[in-house]
């Protein structure tokens, strides 16, 4: 059976420093972080080599870990021109080593409505296939998440990237699979011997809304025990995405803008972080 290890997105506790994020992350029982931003300072993507190096000194103070480099490689446009995006993204690289990640999170380059797909597949495995060998050549795997408006938003494209693209391993994603208006159990089935962990977020079909996992169409709950057959660890890695209003913990009990307020929105950055490390532990415990 599979060992699940909690990880987030840290950002989304609301903390704008690594330590704030550290504390969220322990106080919800999350043992690794998949870092990616730190309020108005640079996210990872710029984060420099010696402000990587303080980090990694605060991160084993703590005895935290990081499961993943969440960056934003890979989310330009495919006419964009990726050279100076590359060159970014080997610094990032070397951040990721230095950090102690054994993976960076990518995307397949966004598409607009007039762009073809087939016209421009061999540009994007090339581009994908650079960020991987360069990647992969410095102890660090990169994993292709599936994202709306990209190349790979749906099962298809992205089996067509994990099999033509060496040392590329795959991010599953629920809720993005939803809002891109596909069969979250169709793309798991054809994609499952690429996944190499998961982000937990769950959506609506309706209105594309993010909602903790397992409350909404995404089959969070049948995925989990399907993959639970694996053996060895497998991260799974909460991105809540959830949303959250300003003085919403002033509203008066029972009153109208209260109950006109969606299901699933929290007063604090750091009270729907905790709603969603609690949804993703529910459903674990109903898998026993």
């Not at 006109?260 to 604090?268: F, N």
Request: a negative charge; one cysteine or more; aromatic letters at 10%.
């Amino acid at each position: 059976m599979v060992n699940f290890l909690y990880s987030a997105f840290s950002d989304e506790s609301g903390e704008a420093t690594l330590q704030g994020q550290i504390d969220q992350c322990k106080q919800n029982g999350i043992t690794h972080m998949e870092l990616r931003g730190f309020g108005k300072g640079p996210n990872i993507n710029d984060l420099s080599v010696e402000t990587a190096k303080e980090y990694r000194k605060i991160l084993d103070a703590n005895g935290m870990k990081l499961s993943a480099i969440g960056s934003a490689y890979g989310k330009i446009k495919i006419k964009d021109d990726f050279a100076p995006h590359f060159e970014a993204f080997k610094n990032t690289i070397e951040v990721a080593k230095i950090l102690g990640a054994k993976y960076i999170r990518i995307f397949s380059f966004y598409f607009d409505h007039d762009d073809d797909y087939a016209a421009n597949r061999d540009e994007v495995l090339r581009r994908v296939q650079t960020m991987a060998d360069y990647a992969f050549e410095n102890g660090v795997l990169c994993c292709h998440e599936n994202e709306k408006g990209i190349y790979g938003d749906n099962a298809e494209r992205c089996l067509d990237l994990l099999q033509n693209v060496r040392h590329l391993r795959g991010v599953f994603d629920p809720a993005n699979f939803v809002q891109c208006g596909v069969d979250t159990l169709h793309a798991f089935d054809l994609l499952e011997p690429y996944i190499e962990y998961m982000h937990i977020k769950d959506a609506l079909y309706a209105d594309s809304s993010v909602v903790p996992a397992g409350k909404g169409d995404g089959n969070v709950r049948e995925i989990l025990r399907r993959i639970s057959r694996r053996d060895g660890d497998l991260i799974l890695t909460l991105e809540p995405h959830l949303q959250v209003f300003a003085g919403l913990e002033n509203l008066e009990a029972n009153s109208e803008t209260e109950r006109a307020m969606p299901a699933h929105a929290y007063p604090t950055h750091a009270a729907s972080f905790k709603a969603a490390a609690d949804a993703l532990k529910e459903l674990i415990a109903t898998l026993a």
